[in-house]
């Protein structure tokens, strides 16, 4: 159902506006780096990729990376440290049991504050969206709501996008970086390649520059070889297959 949500032209239409959030990671961690202050490079790219995908999937702009702490981050980490301590421990596996334990209360807790915001967005202004400062592009929910979607449904697929992209996004970039820090070589490469396509600054990406950049692509895809981001698929296959 949400599958023509990511089409080409619309995930293209997001560029300007991840250029302008990247840029604000860059300018955060120049601080840093200026500052000569030991930092946690995901709490950086954490917020950068929170900013974006609350743009993309709810078109609003949250600003999250002009404060230095956020609290639905926060819940984020509680959410995916629950689902690991519920995983790693046969005892919460039935429900029935699970829900009389605290875990399942933070559980509780924590899911309210994570559906906050896309329940904001679709109860409580449902009739415009504010646009985001860059991006012209409508927003994921705008896409849904024009779907036959009920609500429920369009809240579902906000949350699942959000939970799903964040995570993953901001902790393969600071794999990547981390990578690139050990392996200076590397790290100059991949100046080369970006200094060969967009100059002294990089900025006004546009799509097809973005698919020429070769070397990028495979510190990304070496980045999650070596560091995968989902190493477990939690699926039950229902007959025989052939591998
Ligand atoms: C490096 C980045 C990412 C990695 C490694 C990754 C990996 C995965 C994996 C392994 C699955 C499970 C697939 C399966 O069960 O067969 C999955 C599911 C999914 N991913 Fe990603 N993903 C990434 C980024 C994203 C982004 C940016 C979004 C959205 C903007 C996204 C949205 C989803 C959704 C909606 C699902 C399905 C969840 C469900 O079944 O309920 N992912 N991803």
Request: aromatic residues 8%; charged residues 20%.
């Amino acid at each position: 159902m949400i599958q023509p949500s990511f089409n080409q032209s619309i995930l293209r239409g997001f560029i300007p506006l991840f250029e302008e959030k990247a840029e604000a990671m860059v300018r955060g961690l120049g601080e840093m780096v200026n500052a000569g202050q030991t930092f946690d490079i995901y709490r950086f790219t954490a917020r950068c990729t929170l900013d974006m995908i609350f743009a993309t999937t709810l078109g609003t702009d949250m600003h999250i990376q002009e404060s230095s702490t956020c609290s639905y981050l926060d819940v984020l980490e509680e959410l995916f440290e629950i689902v690991t301590i519920r995983a790693v421990n046969i005892f919460l596996h039935p429900q029935w049991l699970y829900r009389w334990t605290s875990v399942y209360r933070n559980e509780l807790k924590a899911l309210e504050e994570f559906c906050r915001p896309s329940k904001a967005i679709l109860y409580e202004k449902k009739t415009s969206l504010s646009p985001t400062e860059s991006g012209k592009q409508s927003s994921l929910v705008d896409q849904l709501k024009s779907s036959t979607l009920d609500n429920e449904a369009i809240e579902h697929e906000l949350n699942t996008i959000i939970f799903a992209g964040n995570e993953t996004s901001a902790m393969t970039v600071a794999n990547a970086i981390l990578l690139l820090a050990m392996h200076p070589e590397v790290q100059e490469k991949l100046y080369n390649e970006l200094r060969i396509h967009f100059g002294p600054m990089v900025q006004h990406i546009h799509h097809e520059t973005l698919n020429r950049l070769t070397y990028l692509e495979m510190v990304l895809k070496e980045s999650l070889r070596l560091l995968p981001i989902a190493a477990v698929i939690g699926r039950r296959t229902t007959e025989e297959i052939d591998l």
